[in-house]
């Protein structure tokens, strides 16, 4: 079932993943990519933030390769940024669509049996909202196979 967090925050999207305690590696990963600038601009944004459990579900070596290409990493990153402010109840009275991530691709967004997901991913926390945009929380990253171009879960 989602838990909805839908206290109104102050801070920019960056800040409220870093206080969320939940996304370090997330954090992590925005620094090095040159990402926080983006993330902390306007928007809004929606960012499907992959927890720390879900970094841990990525194999080392990719990990590590794309922590080492900060362009892999900034084009992963944005593909987990849709442009505008989605918010659950929006993703659950369309019940399926696709938007257009930050990254330029499209991706899907379905809400089905009382859970949302964004590219296939399921989400476990939602509406976690910041003063430019909303967080939330992916149990998984989305990782491009550039080869085929399409979605893969880390497995």
Known sequence: MLEYATRPRQVDIVGA????????LLIRAIK????????RGGGPFTLFAPTDAA??????????????DPEELADTLRSHVVPGRILA??????????????????????????RIYYGGAAVSRTDRLASNGV????????????????WIGAM
Do not use: C, M, Q, W
Not at 55 to 67: D, G, N
Not at 135 to 150: C, G, Q
């Open 17 to 24: 993943a870093t206080s969320a305690g939940r996304f370090s």
């Open 32 to 39: 090095v990519a040159g990402l926080v600038d983006t993330l």
């Open 55 to 68: 970094f841990t579900k990525v194999p080392s070596y990719r990990l590590e390769r794309l922590l080492n």
């Open 89 to 114: 109840a929006d993703v659950i009275r369309y019940r399926n669509s696709t938007s257009r991530t930050l990254a330029g691709r499209p991706v899907s967004l379905a809400a089905r049996s009382g």
């Open 135 to 150: 967080i939330h929380e992916l149990e998984e990253v989305l990782l491009l196979d550039t080869a085929s171009v399409v």
